[in-house]
């Protein structure tokens, strides 16, 4: 039985107890019966919207699915990290020279040195430089220079 079935159940049940109409519980009863009638046709409503949201999102998912496919062969991934990090190392951006799509890496996935592109799964041979050397290693080398020469 739906909600509104039950609710009229209800109210037919209050209208068969044949209460005196100007009884105060009787006006009571009446009004929960319609509040529960009412009540029962917004959930009624509610639901039909529910369920066409939920059609419109599955419609979404399907179309972002298609674009997913044209866009690479493989599952799209804008942002993938290899298994062992956990999201909370630091991530460096590589972009793949063939597709030219960005992604992420972790710090271990950096130093292997060689990864394979998440969108087209070409082959990335990764190499970096350093933008700026340490200060230490430079005074540990002069140091090393100077009692090398001694």
Request: include cysteine.
């Amino acid at each position: 039985m739906q909600l509104s079935e039950k609710a009229a159940y209800v109210k037919g049940l209050i209208d068969g107890l044949e209460l005196d109409p100007k009884d105060k519980q009787t006006k009571v009863f009446r009004n929960i019966a319609d509040l529960l009638c009412e009540m029962a046709e917004e959930i009624k409503e509610l639901e039909q919207c529910y369920d066409d949201v939920c059609d419109q999102v599955d419609g979404i998912s399907e179309d972002l699915a298609g674009v997913e496919d044209l866009l690479c062969e493989d599952d799209f991934e804008s942002i993938s990290y290899d298994d062992q990090g956990s999201g909370d190392d630091l991530a460096y951006e590589v972009s793949c020279p063939t597709c030219g799509k960005t992604t992420y890496l972790s710090e271990d996935s950096l130093n292997s040195g060689v990864i394979k592109c998440p969108c087209c799964g070409e082959v990335l041979e990764l190499g970096y430089v350093e933008d700026e050397l340490d200060d230490t290693d430079e005074n540990d080398e002069g140091e090393q220079l100077a009692s090398s020469s001694d």
